[in-house]
């Protein structure tokens, strides 16, 4: 129950969602109450959001903590390997996860959360049965994305830079579904220019 939204735009990239928790079906924290809230986590040099049940932000923080290294999320190929793993010791060392298809002729196992992740090389797209697609322009994910998805068509090719696009699509999201709200976190960078600039170390992303 979630927004989280990146957009790719003149050399620049934006990353955004909102900070709103909701309990079961009836119960939205106030957000000046909680102490962490951030649904974007950076993991090396990219940003990764996530969408669906708030105990991923648990697990990713500390199964990242757990590495000597972070992974490279970097293209379709580094984050399907790194989900892939992942998928693998959630049922190995958290034994947390409960393997549900959509149906029952579904043949793959559905984590029932969606993430995105945004990195100098461009948005990707992850499902909640490991499906990685990569995007040229935006992306969003959550119970808001049918409205962020209008903003950002409509936005696109007007005069707004990535951040502001970005920000609007949230605010969009936060406006019209019921299970988005509070503050817009937001994250700005530089995307790669060529594949040569892609493979550089890139420079420490900043938060706004």
């Known amino acids: 129950m979630s ?18 928790s909701v309990y079961g079906r009836s119960h939205r ?7 962490s809230k951030d649904k974007i986590q950076i993991v090396g040099s990219a940003y990764l959001g996530y969408t669906g049940w708030g105990l991923y932000s ?5 199964y990242m903590h757990g590495r000597k290294t972070p992974p490279r999320l970097i293209d379709e190929h580094s984050i399907f390997s790194f989900f892939l793993k992942f998928l693998k ?19 793959f196992a559905d ?18 049965n490991l499906s990685v697609c990569q995007f040229k322009q935006y992306h969003a994910i959550g119970s808001g ?8 068509y409509a936005l696109y090719d007007s005069s707004l830079g990535a951040e502001a696009i970005a920000r ?10 019921t299970d988005c709200g509070g503050e817009i976190a937001m994250y700005t960078f530089k995307a790669a220019r060529s594949r040569q600039s892609a ?4 420079k420490t992303p900043r938060a706004k």
């Open 3 to 20: 927004i989280v939204v990146a957009v790719q735009k003149n050399g620049q990239m934006a990353i955004a969602s909102d900070s709103q």
């Open 29 to 35: 924290e106030d957000e000046r109450n909680l102490a």
């Open 58 to 62: 648990n697990i990713f923080r500390h």
């Open 89 to 107: 010791d959630l049922r190995v060392k958290y034994a947390l996860l409960n393997d549900q298809a959509n149906t029952d002729k579904d043949p």
């Open 111 to 128: 984590l029932d959360s969606s993430f995105l992740v945004a990195s100098r090389n461009g948005i990707y797209g992850i499902s909640s």
């Open 145 to 152: 994305c049918d409205y962020a998805f209008g903003a950002l």
């Open 168 to 177: 609007a699509a949230v605010e969009a999201a936060i406006r019209f579904d």
């Open 199 to 202: 493979a550089a170390p890139a």
